[in-house]
């Protein structure tokens, strides 16, 4: 079965420092997320991508962010300069298209910011 | 903007009972309703969802249920199992845009 997948499962960065965290999403989706998950609460969401340009983004997606489709099957997220508080679970998540609300959630990448 | 809540924060049952997960939401135009499973070290996965227009729907041994006057959504598991053991997100959407989050169940299943 189709999955989404995310690279690294562990990433550790310093704070000031840039990190791209990367997803595939599954190959026939149109629809691409990026949520985090702050240690022991709820699952937040970013950003939302469609036909290469932002749909929705969070007052969280500040300037710090942001999101690209370089090629036909990768999605990233970058943080220009990390800070303490962006310590969380990366989950990107994908849907096939807009009469399909189903989101499929990949591991995860874990940021440790130091 | 939405806010959703998550009831309760923790649950333990004994194997074979069943297990109650409730969720409110505020913003009427939520027309979408995920539950995730999430086990440790994983990304949520998605188990059932239901939409506005539908007021139960079940697989197997999950089901949940959706109350629009009263706005709020339930998951109900039944027949639990060791594995049914891990933690459990609802959410609330409106046509599949941005999902908003409970705060997430630890569900623990005593064998």
């Known amino acids: 079965e189709p999955e989404v997948t995310q690279t690294p499962s562990h990433q550790v960065t310093q704070m000031g420092q840039e990190v791209i965290l990367r997803c595939v999403p599954i190959s026939n989706h149109l629809y691409f997320y990026w949520y985090r998950q702050i240690l022991g609460q709820k699952v937040e969401f970013l950003v939302s991508?469609?036909?290469?340009?932002?749909?929705?983004k969070s007052e969280i997606f500040d300037d710090q962010f942001s999101v690209e489709r370089p090629d036909g099957s990768n999605f990233t997220l970058k943080i220009r300069s990390t800070k303490l508080e962006d310590s969380a679970m990366y989950f990107c998540?994908?849907?096939?298209?807009?009469?399909?609300?189903?989101?499929?959630f990949g591991p995860g990448t874990r940021l440790t910011v130091t | 903007g939405e806010n959703v809540e998550q009831h309760p924060s923790t649950l333990s049952v004994q194997e074979g009972d069943s297990a109650v997960i409730k969720c409110t939401y505020s913003?009427?135009?939520?027309?979408?309703f995920p539950w995730y499973k999430q086990e440790l070290g994983k990304g949520p996965q998605l188990i059932i969802d239901i939409r506005s227009n539908v007021g139960e729907k079940k697989d197997q041994r999950i089901a949940v249920t959706l109350n629009k006057t009263a706005k709020h959504f339930s998951l109900h598991i039944t027949e639990t199992q060791p594995e049914d053991s891990a933690v459990y997100f609802c959410?609330?959407?409106?046509?599949?845009?941005?999902?908003?989050f409970g705060t997430g169940t630890s569900l623990t299943v005593i064998p």
């Open positions: 991508f469609y036909n290469n340009e932002i749909s929705e």
């Open positions: 913003d009427s135009a939520s027309n979408y």
């Open positions: 998540a994908s849907t096939p298209g807009r009469s399909s609300y189903e989101q499929y």
């Open positions: 959410a609330a959407s409106i046509s599949g845009n941005q999902f908003y």
